[in-house]
Nanobody, 119 residues
């Protein structure tokens, strides 16, 4: 069973930066796409960024140019570098591994890490 553990959230002022980390319990070479999602109170969970094993990236329009997703397969890690943070980026951020043979075709989520952008 794949497990994902996020870290790196916290309180930051507008314009600041944070780097989120996601540690996977399996070799991430076995997982094609991995992503970051976020959910704020009263809103649906939304895709922030996704990266494939080959390094192809897609971002939500709201974070393009500010956030960067990356992965280190040798360390079983996925990262989300967040720059120029805005109050509207405040949310719980979740790491995700979508259904695949590596996840036994289950949709795997981490427990989430809180990001609060406020002065």
């Amino acid at each position: 069973q794949v497990q994902l553990v996020e870290s790196g959230g916290g309180l930051v002022q507008p314009g600041g930066s944070l780097r989120l980390s996601c540690a996977a319990s399996v070799n991430t070479f076995s997982i094609n796409a991995m992503g970051w999602y976020r959910q704020s109170p009263g809103k649906q969970r939304e895709l922030v960024a996704i990266i494939t094993l080959g390094g192809r990236r897609n971002y939500a329009e709201s974070v393009k140019g500010r956030f960067t997703i990356s992965r280190e397969n040798g360390k079983n890690m996925v990262y989300l570098q967040m720059n120029s943070l805005k109050p509207e980026d405040t949310a719980v951020y979740y790491c995700n591994a979508p259904p695949s043979p590596a996840t036994a075709w289950g949709d795997v989520w981490g427990q989430g890490t809180q990001v609060t952008v406020s002065s």
